[in-house]
């Protein structure tokens, strides 16, 4: 299809509106994922300062946690898409999924509201809670991005940029809202004294799960009048419902895995495992560990171990050397987006915790929400996300349109960019000087500009490189991308430095800190029983063998990381291009 068609619409093309280039199914979908991203950037939002002031675990583990958690959320894609692929169909997943996340918030509420009764119980609840959201979003991911892909005939498949960018402002007004409800009922200070209402966190979270319910039921009641193909078949039934018409021509309409290829995959995943294990904690085996160093050494491996052995998996049911080098070119993608989601993920862990302990939040006499914060990104999207979209459709008119991984290595340069700047705003801020939060505004809006580059972009990818008969699986392995991002998210978030709040606090126990992280002073049993209670280091976190001293020496550890694999996948995409064969 030449660009003049992609950007006219065609008499047989699946609209209902004819002032509409994109079906209607797109926006009932736009309205299911907005409501789902209310509930999980809202809970987000909350998650880790819940963890810290009401359930007193300590920063450090709370970002390892929430690694984990973001990891494990976008791990379980894998577990959902297979089962929809194979079993259930999308729309089940779908309701399923949603159905899962609305309880998993729920329990949060009862956790945000026991917790002052009996802390322990409060937190297995927690757990509770956030494995039901894990797997409520390992079924609902994976298979809505699938329905965006499947919403198109094959003659429209170059429209799938300009509909994920639109998805994907459904996405973020979700975020955008679910960002600043959910903090605005649920992160409350006194506005005297600037303590921390730390009961009121249960609101956002019963907010968070209102809102799921709202979008599942949402999707429910719209979807066979909607979300259907132009003959009126249902988008996303049983799978032993399609046709051959789902599938591209001479497409087997089944994957199939060997025995002897399951086999190969189980034994790569548990020699992953472990090798991971040794890399990440120093041990084989599986000793009494603190929380945190219990995510670091199961989570994340099994997550980096699943990403690896299910690409094999994958890769051995390819049927021709086309299909495996589109194949080749999803995974390859996916790896140098870990590096993206690293960074941009710091935003509910370490940002969040320099919003709240070194950032002047006072915008015309308001002082906004730390968990607030992160709101930009949401408000960014929703206005970037539709001129991008047209950008993108007028550099396809004039084919000067960059090929899918060029944008993706845009994207990681302009996160490289953000963290950079910010890197030099805290240079000389001190133990006790304020970052202005114009420059946290800077940061969300570069990243925002690199997000639309990459993340719509990606999923789009996905929906015109994969095979139909494993789509949903594959959306599953690009979400494993995710996971690895955020797991390594979560890895560095912990290696944050000391804040100006950390030296107060040891100043107040008549410690100066910097003594105790300089290795100068020897601290007393009662004060090293204070430190602990106030949850404050005793030495400086350490990168690849090199001390991280300041919050500067922390982000340049980002604009190192994604500088160097922004250069790389530049430098490759034009093998990348030619191994897509046609699709851009």
Not at 120 to 132: H, N, Q, T, V
Not at 274 to 302: H, T
Not at 425 to 431: E, I, M, Q, S
Not at 541 to 557: A, K, S, Y
Request: proline share 4%; charged share 15%; net charge neutral.
């Amino acid at each position: 299809m030449d660009n003049i068609e992609a950007l006219s619409p065609k008499p047989d093309e699946l609209v209902e509106n004819k002032g509409s280039r994109h079906p209607k199914g797109l926006w009932v979908l736009f309205g299911t994922e907005m409501w789902e991203r209310f509930n999980f950037y809202g809970m987000r939002a909350l998650l880790t300062l819940f963890m810290v002031n009401s359930l007193l675990i300590k920063e450090a583990d709370a970002a390892i946690i929430y690694g984990g958690f973001l990891a494990l959320c976008y791990l379980t894609p894998l577990l959902g898409g297979f089962i929809a692929d194979k079993y259930i169909g999308n729309r089940n997943a779908i309701l399923i999924g949603g159905s899962l996340m609305a309880i998993g918030q729920f329990l949060l509420f009862i956790s945000a509201s026991t917790f002052s009764g009996s802390l322990d119980s409060a937190k297995m609840i927690m757990w509770l809670a956030l494995f039901i959201i894990i797997f409520g979003n390992g079924f609902f991911k994976p298979n809505i991005s699938s329905m965006v892909g499947s919403l198109y005939p094959k003659q429209e498949k170059s429209k799938l940029d300009s509909a994920f960018t639109i998805f994907y402002m459904g996405i973020n007004i979700g975020a955008f809202l679910g960002q600043f409800i959910c903090p605005y009922v649920g992160d409350v200070k006194d506005a005297t004294t600037g303590v921390r209402d730390i009961f009121a966190f249960k609101w956002g979270f019963l907010a968070a799960s209102i809102a799921m319910v709202i979008g599942t039921v949402t999707f429910f009641i719209l979807k066979n009048k909607y979300v259907v193909t132009p003959e009126g078949r249902p988008i996303g039934g049983l799978p032993k419902h399609n046709t051959s018409a789902d599938f591209e021509e001479g497409e087997t309409q089944t994957a199939k895995f060997s025995g002897a290829a399951l086999g190969i995959t189980g034994f790569i995943f548990v020699v992953l495992f472990f090798v991971f294990r040794y890399l990440l904690v120093g041990e084989f085996g599986f000793k009494a560990v603190e929380m945190g160093q219990l995510i670091k050494g199961i989570i994340y491996p099994f997550i980096y171990a699943a990403g690896i052995s299910l690409a094999f998996l994958i890769m051995s049911s390819a049927e021709n050397k086309v299909e495996k080098q589109r194949i080749w070119v999803i995974y390859i993608v996916s790896f140098f987006i870990i590096f993206f989601w690293a960074a941009f993920e710091q935003a509910g862990s370490s940002l969040t915790f320099i919003a709240d302990n070194q950032t002047d939040r006072n915008i015309f006499g308001w002082n906004m929400p730390p968990s607030m914060v992160q709101i930009f990104n949401g408000i960014f999207v929703v206005l970037l996300a539709v001129p991008f979209s047209l950008c993108w459709d007028k550099l396809r008119a004039k084919g000067k349109e960059p090929v899918s991984p060029m944008k993706q290595a845009i994207g990681l340069a302009l996160i490289a960019l953000s963290y950079f700047i910010i890197a030099h705003n805290v240079k000389d801020l001190g133990n006790s000087g304020l970052l202005a939060i114009k420059w946290l505004m800077l940061l969300y809006f570069i990243q925002t500009c690199g997000e639309l580059c990459l993340s719509p972009i990606g999923l789009s990818l996905v929906g015109k490189l994969a095979p139909k008969r494993f789509a949903s699986l594959l959306y599953g392995v690009f979400f494993i991308s995710n996971a690895a991002g955020y797991a390594l998210a979560g890895s560095l978030g912990a290696l944050i430095p000391a804040t100006g709040d950390k030296f107060s606090k040891a100043q107040e126990i008549g410690v100066n800190l910097q003594d105790v992280l300089d290795k100068k002073v020897t601290l007393t049993a009662d004060q090293a029983s204070a430190f602990e209670k106030a949850q404050l280091p005793l030495e400086n976190p350490t990168f690849v063998g090199f001390e991280i001293h300041n919050l500067f020496e922390f982000f340049m550890v980002f604009v190192v990381l994604c500088g160097i694999a922004a250069v790389i996948l530049a430098l490759i995409s034009p093998i990348l291009k030619k191994m897509m064969h046609g699709v851009n």
